[in-house]
C-alpha cells in the first residue's frame, strides 16, 4: 500500500484498581458468567468494557480495509497480585503455578503473556520463547519499514 505505516497505543487500565465500567457491563457479566463474588464480578465487567473497546479498534481497522497489514499486540506489565488485599479490595488473583504476584520479582509478578493478532500473523502461530517489552523493537521494526540496521546494531537482533 502507498498509505505510510500508523501507530496506535491504546493503553487500557481497565483491569487495575480501582475497578470501574459502567453498570451496563455490571448486568451483563452478572448474566452471562454467573458472577456471584462481587469484586470478580467487579473484574469480568471491567474485562468486558476492555475487550469491548479492542473490538471498536479492530471493525475499524477491518472496515478501512487494513486488517490484511495490520499487527495487533496485547500484554500485561505484571502478574496479579498475589497479596491477600489490595487497595482494601481482595485481589483474587491466582498465579499457579508460579510464586509470588505483582510487587514482587518471582515469576508471578514478572512472567505474563502476550497475544499477537492481526492479518500479519499467522493463524495458529505460537512462539515459546521468552521475550521481553523491550526486545520487540528488532523484531517490529521492519514491520513499519524504512532501514533498522543500524538500531538492530545498537539495541539487539531481529
Request: aromatic share 12%; charged share 15%; with cysteine.
Amino acid at each position: 500500500p502507498d498509505d505510510p505505516p500508523f501507530f496506535i497505543y491504546a493503553a487500557y487500565q481497565a483491569t487495575h484498581w480501582p475497578l470501574q465500567a459502567p453498570q451496563s457491563y455490571f448486568d451483563r457479566a452478572s448474566l452471562e458468567g454467573n458472577i456471584s463474588n462481587p469484586d470478580r464480578l467487579a473484574f469480568a465487567a471491567a474485562l468486558l468494557a476492555l475487550d469491548d473497546g479492542v473490538g471498536r479498534i479492530t471493525a475499524a481497522v477491518q472496515r478501512n480495509g487494513l486488517w490484511n497489514n495490520t499487527l495487533i499486540l496485547f500484554c500485561s506489565d505484571n502478574g496479579g497480585g498475589a497479596i491477600e488485599v489490595e487497595h482494601g479490595w481482595p485481589t483474587q488473583s491466582f498465579n499457579f503455578p508460579l510464586r509470588g504476584g505483582k510487587h514482587t520479582i518471582w515469576e508471578g509478578g514478572t512472567r505474563t503473556v502476550a497475544v499477537a493478532g492481526g492479518g500479519v500473523v499467522v493463524p495458529g502461530s505460537a512462539e515459546t520463547q521468552l521475550i521481553h517489552a523491550v526486545d520487540w523493537l528488532p523484531p517490529l521494526g521492519p514491520l513499519a519499514g524504512g532501514n533498522w540496521s543500524r538500531i538492530f546494531e545498537e539495541d539487539g537482533f531481529g
